[in-house]
């Protein structure tokens, strides 16, 4: 485990998955990540690599070779090298080996970095291509954020505020976690979606042509908050297990696959493409603060 820390916030990180453990506010003594409870969820903040979101037939097809590869890909399973800490920065990579290479062909270099400072957590990810052809991928966040912050409100005292007021459309999952095709209206008013127990009762809500760059976890009994910024990630999902004590807020650089669509990973919805000895990067930003503090 490695930690962070400053005059306002404790940060743990695992070295397997590279994972968030903690995000504790020490102004408040509370504790904002949720606790990986393996009876309701056993993850507190996987990061998605190389791919988002779940494969038809557990598989990729790269070159018209197919490979095993698990939702979410292998990476939250992966023990990370740590390359560099300090009291408020920590660096972990992972590399391509031989594990890697039996699911992924590509030689590449993931890295993924936390940067803390004051209220704010960034969270950066870095794939260079170490290969000698192009590669494709994708990556994700995936924290899970206590709800509620406090001992005496609950779920329903909370909502999510996003940035700008603009129409939503949720795209559709299967039961298998595929997308459908199909699309459905969230209605919001005055930007806030609330949180109710029922909200995610056909899984997660997947947004892929927001305007809002920033999502908001809000209570309406205080001004204590958790914002989420997500300004080069073009895909958000937003999803709770049924009835558990948290709310996940996930920028996506990638997609689930669509029903009925295997397609080469050059091919797939929203795959990044990095040439050889190039690099990718691309950062979002959590906040734990009061709102007079923002």
Known sequence: MTTLENDYLRIDIQWKGAELASIYDKTTET??????????????????????????????????NRYPMERHGFARHSTFDLTDSSETVARFSLRANESTLAAYPYQ???????ELEDRLLKVAYRVTNEDDQPIYFSVGAHPAFNVPFYPDETYEDYYLEFELDEPLERHLLSKEGFF???????????????????????????????SSRQVTIRSINHDQIVSVSFLPFNYLGIWAKPGAPFVCIEPWLGCADTEGRLVDIREKEAIQRVDPGQLFEAAFIVGISPHDAQ
């Open 108 to 114: 590449f270099n993931y890295e993924i970095w936390y």
């Open 31 to 64: 504790e904002h990540l949720w606790q990986a409870n393996p009876d309701v969820w056993p993850w507190h903040g996987p990061n998605l690599f190389p791919v988002v979101g779940g494969c038809l037939n557990n598989q990729i097809v790269v070159d018209g």
């Open 180 to 210: 459908t095709g199909e699309t459905q209206a969230v209605h919001i008013h005055n930007r806030r979606l609330p949180l109710t127990q029922d909200l995610f009762a056909q899984d997660a809500l997947v947004f892929k042509n927001l």
